[in-house]
């Protein structure tokens, strides 16, 4: 009884599946299909805003299906986006966009 109780349940008795590494719901039995179903949903949770962002940015939305790309896609997408040039940019550059200031026609002062 008291041999049990120093073990402290860090041996390796104890029911199966029990522990890391084990045939439990998590560990390395765990079904492959349901990995691919969660990795496809949560990219096509990413194509809609990834769309939306490219038309905005004045860029061809079909790169937003980039992220359906395991591991590279979505990386892939980003990085397209922070470094390209954005064509609906320039003409806030210029001066011209929503965040100009804007010029009084003739103010008192």
Known sequence: MQAHAQDGGGGTGGMAGEGMGGPGPM??????????AVTL???????????????????NPWFSLLVLL?????PAAAGILAFQSWPN???RRAG?????????????G
């Not at 949560?42 to 004045?58: C, K, N, T």
């Open 27 to 36: 560990g390395p039995g765990m079904a492959p299909g349901f990995s691919i």
């Open 41 to 59: 949903g949560f990219s096509l949770l990413l194509i809609y805003p990834f769309w939306r962002i490219y038309r905005r940015a004045g860029l």
């Open 70 to 74: 395991p591991y590279v896609g979505l």
């Open 89 to 91: 940019g320039e003409s």
């Open 96 to 108: 011209k966009g929503v965040f100009a200031p804007k010029s009084s026609g003739g103010g008192s």
